[in-house]
């Protein structure tokens, strides 16, 4: 078994290959199930507002369904920057058939995380901002998982700013966890750090034996693949990372209810 909970397609504004190319490439990759988690985005700065439609996503999903689902587990997924700002729209898609739902934080106000958000303030006052934002995602009741908690890395190591250290931000930091475990989320490790200049899941170690000692058990895995070439990647590390802090097991979900697959069926 091999899962992989975290990618995007042609239906989000950054993705490059459409979902059956995702999918036949899921299954050369020897992948037994995924969540295909497109982009929904209400920032009024983001690129991708509006784009995300339900109707053509599920209409495109259900033919790819029916012809790759004896061969591989497709789950239907949503990735929502912010829900807790949006909560209208986060709503009305209730009534479609998705079986997870990252919330990530990609935007701080007009500043995104991956554009201008670090030279537009301090970075310790945008890291407070995120972390604020990310607990106020967990304590929204409208996810399922916690998205890459410090993916932020990625854009403060290319502006040569300081190594992020979570110690320095431990507080915040154990509250977030709190909530997701309060709240009965599940937190993402997402592997894409793995393959980029960090060189770490986001959430890192420290993190992720923190949540462990917190009591959190429920994790999801992910490649936050936008290219085929990166579909599956750096899965088993994430696990073998798990396994090495203590978890047990991994969490899949359908029609938004949790599941937990024990990592010894990964082996």
């Known amino acids: 078994m091999l899962i992989d909970y975290h990618m995007h397609t042609t239906h989000s504004v950054d993705g490059h290959a459409t979902l059956r190319d995702m999918c036949e490439r899921a299954i050369d990759e020897g992948l037994t199930e995924i969540a295909v988690t497109d982009h929904l ?37 949503l990735e929502i920057g912010e829900p807790h700002e949006y909560r209208d729209t986060v709503e009305e898609l209730a009534a479609w058939p998705f079986d997870v739902v990252i919330g990530s934080v990609h935007y701080i106000g007009p500043h995104g995380v991956h554009e201008d958000l670090f030279d537009a303030m301090p970075l310790e006052t945008a890291l407070e901002a995120y972390l604020d934002s990310q607990l106020q995602i967990a304590r929204s009741g409208l996810v399922d998982v916690l998205g890459h908690l410090d993916y932020f890395q990625r854009y403060t190591l290319i502006r040569d700013l300081p190594p992020f250290d979570p110690e320095r931000f431990e507080n915040p930091i154990r509250d977030v966890l709190r909530a997701v475990i309060e709240n009965g989320l599940a937190l993402e490790v997402n592997t894409s750090g793995l393959r980029q200049k960090p060189g770490v899941c986001f959430p890192d170690r420290m993190i992720l034996s923190w949540y462990h000692d917190m009591g959190g058990r429920a994790v999801t895995v ?13 899965i088993r590390d994430g ?15 359908r029609r938004r209810r949790l599941k937990r697959i024990p990592l010894r069926k990964f082996d």
């Not at 209409?59 to 790819?64: D, G, I, K, M, Q």
């Not at 992910?222 to 750096?234: F, I, P, Q, R, T």
């Open 239 to 253: 696990m073998g990372l798990l396994r090495e802090i203590g978890f047990e097991s991994v969490a899949v979900y």
């Open 222 to 234: 992910g490649s936050d693949a936008h290219y085929l070439d990166h579909v599956g990647a750096n």
């Open 41 to 77: 985005d209400g920032n009024p700065c983001d690129p991708g507002v509006g784009m995300f439609s339900a109707e053509r996503f599920f209409e495109e999903y259900r033919e790819v369904v029916d012809a790759l689902g004896d061969r591989l587990t497709i789950r239907a997924g």
